[in-house]
């Protein structure tokens, strides 16, 4: 069997000088909840598997990984400190062909952003405590450019369909009314993260908006998901990883 990884190109329009995608479970060392390429260094699995995963990514050597904390934190990339210091962060820009912006996900929705020129890259984790504290706008915001200038891309997460919520998390986001929907149990809701990160993105003026329209729960044998892996008892599972960066 192959341990070399299989991985997305995102579906859109990027100018030829960026660099990016995401990667699938597929391929990698790591075994039993972890089965295939894990990335995640804190979800308990075994440091060297990990180290090993990570080092088969296009690029690794210039891949910045974060420390993510489900907060609204934005790092801008512009020193090698960010390798031998872990940037406490959930969302990272740069500038520099020298570094490269990744997000680790399991349902959570990660967005890969860059301008239209080809000059800036930014990779967002954007799950719903991040999404509700602005985390996008917060991206956006570092841009040197009009939001109009940007395009983004959603990638694999949880879909609407597979993600149940209580009505005290689906009463966060009743202002995007077409991402929640009643509950397939009672007292239940339905919330679709990539239809939030949508709604944020076109409301911030992000000018073009592409989507994976790839599921993580739907898809075990390609993604790793927490909420599937809850479901079938177990208490962690593995990441991917959505990367992008300059050439
Ligand atoms: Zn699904």
Not at 62 to 88: C, M, R, T, Y
Not at 233 to 245: D, E, K, L, M, P
Request: hydrophobic share 35%; with cysteine.
């Amino acid at each position: 069997m192959t341990t070399q990884p299989t991985l997305i190109a995102p579906n859109w329009s990027a100018p030829k000088n960026i660099f990016a995608y995401t990667t699938t479970r597929i391929g990698g060392v790591s075994g039993g909840v972890y089965r295939g390429l894990n990335v995640g260094g804190h979800v308990g699995d075994h440091e060297k598997n990990v180290a090993v995963n990570r080092a088969m990514l296009p690029e690794a050597q210039k891949i910045v990984w974060l420390n993510q904390v489900h907060g609204n934190d934005v790092v801008a990339l512009n020193s090698n400190e960010h390798f031998a210091h872990i940037p406490k962060a959930d969302a990272a820009i740069t500038d520099s062909s020298t570094y490269h912006c990744a997000v680790m996900t399991a349902d959570c929705v990660p967005i890969l952003l860059c301008d239209s020129e080809g000059t800036q890259v930014a990779a967002v984790h954007a799950g719903w405590q991040g999404m509700y504290k602005e985390i996008i706008a917060a991206t956006v915001a570092r841009f040197n450019c009009e939001p109009e200038h940007l395009m983004a891309w959603i990638g694999p997460s949880i879909c609407g369909d597979c993600y149940e919520v209580d009505r005290e998390l689906a009463q966060r986001f009743q202002e995007y009314p077409e991402a929640v929907s009643p509950g397939k149990r009672q007292d239940k809701f339905q919330l679709d993260l990539p239809t939030v990160a949508e709604y944020q993105l076109s409301q911030i003026g992000v000018g073009r908006i592409f989507y994976s329209k790839l599921c993580t729960y739907c898809q075990a044998d390609t993604f790793y998901s927490h909420r599937r892996a809850t479901h079938n008892g177990q208490s962690t599972t593995g990441r991917i990883v959505s990367v992008i960066g300059l050439r």
